[in-house]
T-cell receptor
């Protein structure tokens, strides 16, 4: 079967750094996405990894290791507005279907 | 460029009724996917349409159906509503292509359905 695991909830302090992990066990792999979802709003695209390594976008970075079935999202210089759920999704086959993790709720404290 | 739009934004129905939700993708996007999201759950994939054809389908009962029109707009229908169908229904569009940007899905604001 297809399985994506993320921690349910994490807490961090404003100004600090936090790493949100995502592990996947899927029948195939054709890319991994991270999305941010604020409460009551639609998910918005953060990053995409298809090759091993680190992709950096401002305060956010995403890492992928295909051999380990592992990715993480790194958020630096945390701001209160980063309080949200972070969703990991894997595209598993050539039909472009996405399998989604349940999301990690990130709480930022002053 | 206008984003993905969904109508209606909120809906209250009673058990046994049916409902139709609408989604207009970003201009030029040909793929539309539908998801169900309930509190504490990940996005549950319903189906995906591309060029008016259902390309993928998730593990939902036949009460959930959809279609896509020639202008890429899509509708989702749920018949014989059950209490458990109360959820946020999200629609997402993408270009469909080999590059990361084209594969990225852009979500609409969702339709929040409450079944009483």
């Amino acid at each position: 079967g297809q399985n994506i695991d993320q921690p349910t909830e994490m807490t961090a302090t404003e100004g600090a750094i936090v790493q949100i992990n995502c592990t996947y066990q899927t029948s195939g792999f054709n890319g991994l996405f991270w999305y941010q979802q604020h409460a009551g709003e639609a998910p918005t695209f953060l990053s995409y990894n298809v090759l091993d390594g680190l992709e950096e976008k401002g305060r956010f970075s995403s890492f992928l290791s295909r051999s380990k079935g592992y990715s993480y999202l790194l958020l630096k210089e945390l701001q209160m507005k980063d309080s949200a759920s972070y969703l990991c999704a894997v595209r598993v086959d050539s039909n472009y279907q996405l399998i989604w993790g349940a999301g990690t709720k990130l709480i930022i404290k002053p | 460029k206008a984003g993905v739009t969904q109508t209606p934004r909120y809906l209250i129905k009673t058990r046994g009724q049916q409902v139709t939700l609408s989604c207009s993708p970003i201009s030029g996007h040909r793929s539309v996917s539908w998801y169900q999201q309930t509190p504490g759950q990940g996005l549950q994939f319903l189906f995906e349409y591309f060029s008016e054809t259902q390309r993928n389908k998730g593990n939902f009962p036949g009460r959930f159906s959809g279609r896509q029109f020639s202008n890429s707009r899509s509708e989702m229908n749920v018949s014989t509503l059950e209490l458990g169908d109360s959820a946020l229904y999200l629609c997402a569009s993408s270009l469909y292509g080999p590059t990361s940007e084209q594969e990225t899905q852009y979500f609409g604001p969702g339709t929040r359905l409450l079944v009483l």
